[in-house]
């Protein structure tokens, strides 16, 4: 509006002005050029407010900005967030909230390591079959998980820890996962989740919302990218579901060999699986570095105890916000393997070989892989 008023005063005052004498009344032709002046102000005047008002509405829509989508839908790029860990159906046409991330092939290292470090192959201890043999993970197709309330191993009361003491049934039978297989698929389920990271020296990061909205895997962070200047990289990386203890008693001092007095629990967090063998049988895998309390007392005691706990703190129900269950094993010493202090199977005591805790010698135990069978699961409490 105001670039037609400024052309049409201009041309006014040139064709007017300029074809006038001194004998001819101009008053009427200055009167309307003054006219149009003050209009001209005015619509000036009123265009900066109506930037000011633009501007103003424009911050108060940015500050209701929150997600990452809507900072790339205001730059001109719309997309959905897409939760990496919604519910997806399985094969057997089950609910699932979790994806399978249990290591293939010879990705050991992503999971274990030797003193930090444990490339495959490595330089000293040589590739992870040299320890663990060809069929280090199970490749089998995932059988049915079945009810996760329908009990694969009978509880046997007389059992130590087979009943909870706590709360018990009321309030945890319905919240426990008392069937194996569906345990099995929760023990080895992960959550996936994305953030932006400071970009280290040596990766390429972004530092420009532009960017940012055009990375792989934008859809599943919701967090608002900062633009400070400063380079990102979007991050992924996955946590376990839940969390896994194990719990073993000192009975015997560690040194001497001599009965406690006084029996002491020792209780771990470890990561574990829980497999079904081909006998039927359902055990779990664990690898220890050097000889600790929980390796020792498992081997000498031969009585694992694990517990299993998922905790959901946007629920209000006692039994809603608790899952889990707790396994009762014995050590399977033909399963159980040990290593030396160079991460070599120390002999008569690998993998196959049933031997006699009473005769390992503990001071050249620097690796322990434990296998324990599991005899009962058990409701949390």
Same mark, same amino acid.
Not at 83 to 106: C, E, K, W
């Given at each position: 509006?105001?670039?037609?008023?400024?052309?049409?005063?201009?041309?006014?005052?040139?064709?007017?002005?300029?074809?006038?004498?001194?004998?001819?009344?101009?008053?009427?032709?200055?009167?309307?050029?003054?006219?149009?002046?003050?209009?001209?102000?005015?619509?000036?005047?009123?265009?900066?407010?109506?930037?000011?008002?633009?501007?103003?509405?424009?911050?108060?829509?940015?500050?209701?900005?929150?997600?990452?989508?809507?900072?790339?839908?205001?730059?001109?790029?719309?997309?959905?967030?897409?939760?990496?860990? *919604? #519910?997806?159906?399985?094969?057997?046409?089950?609910?699932?909230?979790? @994806? &399978? %991330?249990?290591?293939?092939? /010879?990705?050991?290292?992503?999971?274990?390591?030797?003193?930090?470090?444990?490339?495959?192959?490595?330089?000293?201890?040589?590739?992870?079959?040299?320890?663990?043999?060809?069929?280090y993970h199970d490749d089998t197709p995932p059988v049915d998980p079945g009810d996760p309330q329908s009990p694969t191993h009978p509880i046997d009361p007389n059992l130590p820890d087979a009943l909870s003491g706590a709360s018990g049934d009321p309030f945890y039978e319905?919240?426990?996962?008392?069937?194996?297989?569906?345990?099995?698929?929760?023990?080895?389920?992960?959550?996936?989740?994305?953030?932006? *990271? #400071?970009?280290?020296?040596?990766?390429?990061?972004?530092?420009?919302? @532009? &960017? %940012?909205?055009?990375?792989? /895997?934008?859809?599943?962070?919701?967090?608002?990218?900062?633009?400070?200047?400063?380079?990102?990289?979007?991050?992924?990386?996955?946590?376990?579901?839940?969390?896994?203890?194990?719990?073993?008693?000192?009975?015997?001092?560690?040194?001497?060999?001599?009965?406690?007095?006084?029996?002491?629990?020792?209780?771990?967090?470890?990561?574990?699986?829980?497999?079904?063998?081909?006998?039927?049988?359902?055990?779990?895998?664990?690898?220890?570095?050097?000889?600790?309390?929980?390796?020792?007392?498992?081997?000498?005691?031969?009585?694992?105890?694990?517990?299993?706990?998922?905790?959901?703190?946007?629920?209000?129900?006692?039994?809603?916000?608790?899952?889990?269950?707790?396994?009762?094993?014995?050590?399977?010493?033909?399963?159980?393997?040990?290593?030396?202090?160079?991460?070599?199977?120390?002999?008569?005591?690998?993998?196959?070989?049933?031997?006699?805790?009473?005769?390992?010698?503990?001071?050249?135990?620097?690796?322990?892989?434990?296998?324990?069978?599991?005899?009962?699961?058990?409701?949390?409490?």
């Open positions: 509006m105001k670039k037609p008023l400024v052309l049409s005063l201009t041309c006014i005052a040139v064709l007017g002005l300029g074809a006038c004498s001194d004998d001819n009344d101009d008053s009427a032709l200055r009167a309307e050029i003054e006219r149009l002046t003050t209009a001209n102000e005015a619509l000036q005047e009123e265009t900066v407010q109506l930037q000011e008002q633009a501007d103003a509405l424009q911050a108060k829509a940015e500050s209701y900005i929150s997600t990452f989508q809507q900072q790339c839908s205001e730059a001109g790029v719309k997309f959905d967030y897409v939760d990496p860990n *919604a #519910p997806t159906v399985n094969a057997y046409g089950q609910t699932i909230l979790f @994806a &399978d %991330a249990a290591p293939r092939s /010879n990705d050991c290292t992503s999971c274990h390591t030797a003193g930090g470090s444990a490339p495959d192959p490595h330089p000293d201890y040589g590739t992870c079959t040299t320890c663990h043999g060809s069929d319905s919240s426990s996962y008392l069937n194996a297989d569906y345990l099995a698929t929760r023990l080895t389920g992960m959550y996936q989740y994305y953030e932006w *990271a #400071p970009a280290g020296e040596e990766e390429t990061g972004v530092t420009t919302l @532009a &960017d %940012a909205c055009q990375l792989e /895997n934008r859809q599943h962070i919701e967090a608002t990218f900062p633009t400070d200047g400063e380079a990102y990289v979007l991050k992924g990386y996955s946590n376990q579901m839940g969390v896994k203890t194990v719990v073993t008693v000192n009975k015997v001092d560690k040194d001497t060999g001599a009965p406690l007095l006084e029996e002491q629990p020792n209780t771990a967090i470890f990561g574990y699986n829980l497999t079904k063998g081909t006998d039927g049988k359902y055990r779990t895998t664990m690898n220890i570095m050097g000889g600790n309390n929980t390796c020792y007392n498992a081997v000498m005691n031969g009585d694992v105890r694990f517990h299993y706990y998922e905790y959901e703190h946007r629920l209000s129900g006692k039994a809603d916000r608790n899952k889990g269950a707790r396994l009762l094993g014995t050590l399977d010493y033909t399963a159980t393997s040990l290593s030396g202090l160079n991460y070599q199977p120390l002999p008569g005591f690998g993998a196959g070989e049933n031997f006699d805790p009473a005769d390992v010698p503990w001071d050249q135990v620097g690796m322990c892989t434990l296998v324990t069978e599991i005899h009962t699961i058990a409701p949390l409490g």
